[in-house]
């Protein structure tokens, strides 16, 4: 299927239940779907992670959460995403490069255009053919996150109200800005409702086939260990 689709949201959209039941649904009708997530889904990535998240850093520097939140991008595309594309793998993504946009860009209010060159060295300019965009007021994500899980509570989280509402805005004009590629939803709907929303958009976007991934080149791709 070759289709690269990745999930973005503030905390506590509901990216998780969605990707899980969006998975269940399309292995169902014979789709191989592969699921992996940002930052993580390599051994280097998950290193990488526990250093990012870790709610006692504190000390961390927009900048050098920027290149860490990058590094465990670039091996998660070399190792993992180029790979099931090029087996014709159906790729979901939770988090990609949108969300570095929209936390060290928009959040942090870190200048977009150099974020948007590293962004294409990481990834070497693979773009997801759909992105889809669970929109929550966040006050509720974060509510709903803290009854979730208490255990998971991350740096990123810890992080005051008006960084997260920075964030939404920044999701939402980068939405505005490509709507082809995004799909809007209100994640206040029912998980039924959006899973059908999203089911729906999939199913058309399977249907038109597109020959390969933006930024996969064929027989150039290698899976680098
Ligand atoms: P995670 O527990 O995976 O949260 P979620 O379920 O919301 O995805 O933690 C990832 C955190 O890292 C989350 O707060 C978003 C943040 N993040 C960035 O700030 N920049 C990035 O580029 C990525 C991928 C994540």
Known sequence: MSLFVTFEGPEGSGKSTQIRRLAAALEAQNVPVLVTREPGGTA????????????????????????????????????????????GQLVLCD?????????????????????????????????????????????????????????????????ALAFHQAVRLGYLALAEAEPDRWLVIDAAQSIEEIHGAILTRLQALIATKPPAARGVAGNSIVQKE
Do not use: C
């Open 95 to 159: 988090r990609y490069a949108d969300s570095t946009l929209a936390y060290q860009g928009y959040g942090h209010g870190q200048p977009l255009a150099p974020l948007r060159l590293l962004a294409d060295y990481a990834t070497g300019g693979l773009t997801p053919h759909l992105t889809i965009y669970l929109d929550i007021d966040v006050r509720e994500g974060l509510l709903r996150k803290q009854v979730g899980s208490v255990d998971e509570w991350n740096r990123m989280e810890d992080k």
């Open 44 to 87: 280097i990535g998950n290193a990488v992670r526990a250093i990012l998240l870790d709610p006692a850093r504190t000390e961390m520097s927009p900048r050098a959460e920027t290149l860490l939140f990058h590094a465990a991008r670039a091996q998660l595309v070399d190792q993992v995403i180029r790979p099931a594309l090029a087996a």
